[in-house]
């Protein structure tokens, strides 16, 4: 156990950000969020940026980048519900570990953004099939 701990450094919005607007008409906050990352041990914290695209109930679209640090827990993460009707193809070059899941855990509460594991997207599109949702006439 490493004993992560996640710090937002920077939070910046959409010039154009609007909450009166933001759930169907534009004005979406769209963050782009940088921090570090560390743990006990560490010499130099880790990096990383989320940039969220997303569009209010039109879905979601994001990704996340974590660099500067051990090669095993560094990569890319992006998911992209809007373009896709509502399906979320994610794209990840993270290596599943038990460090990796640990670090999954703490940034996901930190920031409020989430990465799915190949699994954990294998299940949901089982579970799809399962109701009627991916079948072909």
Known sequence: MKNFEVSIISYEVSPSFDPRFARNGGG???PTIE???????CD??????IDDTSCGEFGSRYSVSIFGG???LCGQYSTNGIDFNGELPDESSFKWSEELEELREVFEKATRFWFYTEEELKEDDEDDFEEGGDEEN
């Open 70 to 72: 051990p090669a095993e």
């Open 35 to 41: 921090g570090e990352i560390s743990w006990d041990g």
């Open 28 to 30: 979406y906050e769209q």
């Open 44 to 49: 130099e914290p880790m990096e990383f940026v």
